[in-house]
């Protein structure tokens, strides 16, 4: 079965860390730019980060920028985002897709995967 599946979700306190995962199975992630996403309630979803199928080139959104770091292992099939200093804004479900595109184009260009999401939430 093709799929993407996101883990390491939870609830943080402000400030705090949290690493998310998202591992492919079925295919292979080298072959994709990989985007993460999020949707808080009421909000349209929002690109979070990318990074290109090599690891060489990574883009992030200007409300994440300094605090999110994306990397990917692909010998282990899995992209990484690691979340540090937290805050209440972030809490939304996190999502990761395979993205047919570069990652200069990761928001709007078409997905081939879509994971199931993991819901985080900062919160005190």
């Known amino acids: 079965q093709l799929q993407l599946v996101e883990s390491g979700g939870g609830l943080v306190q402000p400030g705090g860390s949290l690493r998310l995962s998202c591992t492919a199975s079925?295919?292979?992630?080298?072959?994709?730019?990989i985007g993460w996403f999020r949707q808080a309630p009421g909000k349209e979803r929002e690109g979070v980060s990318c990074?290109?199928?090599?690891?060489?080139?990574?883009n992030y959104a200007d409300s994440v920028k300094g605090r999110f770091t994306i990397s990917r292992d692909n010998a282990k099939n899995t992209v990484y985002l690691q979340m540090n200093s937290l805050k209440p804004e972030d809490t939304a479900v996190y999502y990761c897709?395979?993205?047919?595109?570069?990652?200069?184009?990761?928001?709007?260009?078409?997905?081939?995967?879509w994971g199931q999401g993991t819901q985080v939430t900062v919160s005190s």
């Open positions: 079925g295919f292979t992630l080298g072959s994709y730019a």
């Open positions: 990074i290109s199928g090599s690891g060489g080139s990574t």
């Open positions: 897709a395979a993205v047919l595109a570069y990652c200069s184009a990761y928001v709007r260009g078409p997905k081939d995967y």
